[in-house]
């Protein structure tokens, strides 16, 4: 039973994967490629015969086959390095030049259409214009016994020149610019990769790919920050906060204040009032800021004092002296990724959460952001 159940799951894997594309561009390929295919028979025939090509034969000395699978390439996947114009033209033209040359000097028909394709292969990746149909031109020219060199310019070239033309109107009048550009994000995502990171992949994997370098980079980017996005997109304020902060109150001691953050090891106490109101905050930059740093005393010692008031200074020394009133919040539905900015841009390391009645329910800390970070991008 495994066995035929691993037979059906190879079976299956034959079938390809269905294409990532909608219907509208699927005929916009399909009419780009009879467009094509029109001209490239109106034109040549025009050239070479003065007339249009209405018959079978006629048309077989105005256009060569392989032309066909180029429409694929340009009009199917535009984007694709094996479709651009010079790829088209120097592909299908350098490698019906090898063809005709073994053709006419190696009298063994199926020894010159092996070495046909093998030497067009090597001399497209050599002028840097791998096309596939090249390969299909160069035995087509062993196959029919062509020794006329001109042959390789008028159809080949010629054909192909045409191809190029309708190409080049047809895509970018149907918004698919051509000759390609790579398309590269206006401000493009951070990445954990690296270009050299993605040449060193490049060139672990060695085999030709039918996508730029620069859309694959772009293409990576893109989905690390849809992954990004999809992770962190759903995380809310609530959903990373320290709930049931440590607090203090206005009339707090400051020495108290200190020892509550010192037993609990947080660097800030949001204050409120009795009904849990958010009226400010009290950080450990707050203290310091009471402290003449440049007095010949230490700052152990000056902090001692400020926490060691005498009598005529307690009246200064309590949570509401040295507060900051102003604080930045944000409620328990905001999405994490707002606060980002807060954090990275305005200096803020602590951001308290409050609900729909404003009361403190939370606070938000550069440890917890980081926390929900790590995690979201290493899923």
């Known amino acids: 039973m495994l066995g035929k159940n691993n037979l059906v799951a190879r079976l299956r894997s034959l079938w390809p994967a269905p294409m990532a594309i909608g219907t509208r561009e699927k005929w916009r390929a399909c009419c780009g490629a009879a467009l094509g295919i029109i001209a490239v028979a109106a034109m040549a025939s025009a050239w070479l015969n003065g007339a249009l090509a209405t018959e079978h034969g006629v048309l077989a000395l105005a256009i060569v086959a392989p032309i066909g699978a180029s429409a694929v390439l340009v009009f199917a996947v535009p984007s694709s390095p094996l479709a651009q114009p010079w790829s088209v033209v ?3 033209t350098l490698s019906a030049l090898i063809g005709i040359a073994c053709a006419k000097w190696i009298p063994d028909a199926s020894l010159a259409a092996a070495v046909a394709v093998s030497l067009a292969i090597a001399t497209m990746m050599a002028a840097r214009c791998l096309h596939p149909p090249g390969g299909a031109a160069a035995l087509l020219m ?28 047809y895509n970018n009048l149907t918004r698919r610019a051509w000759p390609h550009v790579p398309a590269t994000p206006a401000s493009p995502p951070r990445s954990r990769f690296s270009s050299a990171d993605l040449d060193a992949a490049l060139a672990h994997y060695n085999q030709v790919l039918d996508v730029s ?4 980079q772009a293409l990576l980017e893109r989905a690390e920050a849809s992954a990004y996005q999809r992770n962190m997109g759903e995380i809310r304020c609530s959903d990373v906060m320290t709930q049931t902060p440590i607090v203090a109150r206005q009339e707090m001691p400051l020495r108290e204040a200190w020892a509550l953050m010192r037993k609990h090891k947080v660097k800030a106490l949001p204050v409120i009032d009795r009904q849990q109101h958010l009226t400010g905050i009290v950080t450990v930059a707050d203290f310091m800021n009471q402290i003449d740093l440049d007095a010949h005393e230490g700052v152990g010692w000056h902090l001692r004092a400020l926490l060691r008031p005498t009598r005529a200074q307690e009246a200064a020394t309590i949570v509401g002296q040295i507060m900051t009133r102003s604080v930045r919040v944000a409620s328990v539905d905001r999405l994490l990724t707002e606060l980002i900015p807060v954090f990275s841009e305005n200096g803020h390391r602590h951001v308290p959460i409050i609900d729909a009645q404003r009361r403190l329910v939370g606070i938000v800390t550069q440890s917890d952001l980081i926390k929900a970070l790590y995690s979201a991008v290493r899923v």
């Open 213 to 216: 370098r620069d859309d694959l």
């Open 90 to 92: 120097g592909g299908n």
């Open 142 to 169: 062993v196959i029919a016994g062509c020794q006329q060199f001109h042959y390789a310019l008028s159809p080949v070239m010629l054909d192909s020149l045409v191809l190029v033309l309708v190409g080049v109107l």
